[in-house]
Each structure stands twice: as structure tokens, then as C-alpha cells.
């Protein structure tokens, strides 16, 4: 069972520089999101889809795209880094049924210099 | 404001010993979640709350509506319960807030 899963792993950018973050999830589920994860703060979300073709700005949307395509497939764009966007990135999927559990991918620690 | 507060931030046990992680929010919610974040960083979740008290082998978790109050109990602790645990709330909205997480340390 993949559940979700997130590439790369690990990633360093330089400032200005591009990149797109892959989430796949198997479990057929309607809502994906990305959150990222900062030192002495919780996940925030930076967008979600809730499902095919839509995509939605989370707390902290400012230099990041989304795009949801396929329903399994969740992409996270950089269009031109700053170290600011150094984090670990977490993608995660759930049912469309309010509270349900979120299933997280094992995250994308990104590195901006 | 949608807030989520947890306690203690760092907490170290001996194995063996009772554990008690505390969420607290700020306004009314639909539910809230207990999460478990391993050394090698992969999230899992543990429970879903929206009322009452849930039980899974050692872990308990806890939850007063009313004093808008969650607790995590670990009983027996052990070194593999070592992680982070984090709580999300999810308030009127469709997204959930969290905690800034419980990091605990068990030592055999």
C-alpha cells in the first residue's frame, strides 16, 4: 500500500530557481492538500483541492501554484524560490467527509541558499 | 481566532510512566485530531475526537467540548513512543490548525 507519496525527498534550490514538489495518492481520495512545516510552528496550509480541476489558496499561498490535474496527482510549484521557502513540505489526502483523517506523505525537505 | 495551543512543548519520561499531552483551542469545533509524527518525519494519524474519549492499546485521548480541552494519555510508556505528537483542529471551516507539537522523549 503506497498511500501517499511525495518527490523528492530532498531538494536545494538556489534563490530564484525553480521547482515542482509531486504528490500521488492511491487511495482515490477527493481532497489533497500541502502544508509546510516550520521550526517551532505548526503545519500551515498553503493550498488544498477538493477535487479534479480545483485548486484553493490555504494561510500561506504568497510564491507558491498548485495544480490538480488528475485526481491522484497533487503538484506544488516554486516559480522562483526564496529562502524564506525553506521548509519541509508535507502533502496529504483525505476522504470528502468533514473531520475525516488526513493521510500525510513522508514530506520534502527543501533547502533555499 | 482560530488558535491551537499544546502542552508541554518537550516533555522526557522514564519507561513505564503515565503520560499526559494537553490541546487546548480557542473557539467551537468540529472535530479534532491526535497525530503522530516519527523521528524519520512521516505523520500518522492516531484519533479523531468529537466528543468523549477514544482508546487504542496504551494511547487515550480525551476531549471536553465545553473547556475546549484535549488530552492524550500514553500508559506504560515506552522508548518506541518516542515522536512528536501533534493536535489539529478542524473549527468551522473546511481547514484544520494545529499545534506546534509534544516532543517526547521515553528513555528505557
Known amino acids: 500500500n503506497a498511500g501517499v507519496t511525495q518527490t523528492p525527498k530532498f531538494r536545494v534550490l538556489k534563490t530564484g530557481q525553480s521547482m515542482t514538489l509531486l504528490c500521488a495518492q492511491d487511495?482515490?481520495?477527493?481532497?489533497m492538500y500541502w502544508y509546510r512545516q516550520d521550526p517551532g510552528m505548526g503545519l500551515r496550509l498553503i493550498h488544498y483541492s477538493v477535487g479534479e480541476g480545483t485548486t484553493a489558496k490555504g494561510e500561506v499561498p504568497d510564491g507558491y501554484n498548485v495544480s490538480r490535474l488528475k485526481k491522484q496527482n497533487f503538484l506544488l510549484g516554486l516559480e522562483s524560490a526564496a529562502p524564506s521557502q525553506t521548509s519541509v513540505y508535507f502533502c496529504?489526502?483525505?476522504?470528502?467527509?468533514?473531520?475525516?483523517?488526513?493521510?500525510f506523505g513522508n514530506g520534502t525537505r527543501l533547502t533555499v541558499t | 481566532k482560530n488558535e491551537v495551543e499544546q502542552s508541554p512543548q518537550n516533555l522526557t519520561a522514564q519507561e513505564g510512566e503515565f503520560i499526559t499531552i494537553n490541546c487546548s483551542y480557542s473557539?467551537?469545533?468540529?472535530?479534532l485530531h491526535w497525530l503522530q509524527q516519527h523521528p524519520g518525519g512521516g505523520i500518522v494519524s492516531l484519533f479523531m475526537l468529537s466528543s468523549g474519549k477514544k482508546k487504542h492499546g496504551r494511547l487515550i485521548a480525551t476531549i471536553n467540548i465545553q473547556e475546549k480541552h484535549s488530552s492524550l494519555h500514553i500508559t506504560a510508556s515506552h522508548p518506541r513512543d518516542s515522536a512528536v505528537y501533534i493536535c489539529a483542529v478542524l473549527f468551522t471551516g473546511n481547514q484544520f490548525y494545529f499545534g506546534t507539537g509534544t516532543s517526547l522523549t521515553v528513555i528505557p
Open positions: 487511495m482515490n481520495h477527493e481532497y
Open positions: 473557539v467551537g469545533i468540529s472535530a
Open positions: 496529504a489526502s483525505s476522504r470528502p467527509v468533514r473531520g475525516s483523517p488526513l493521510h
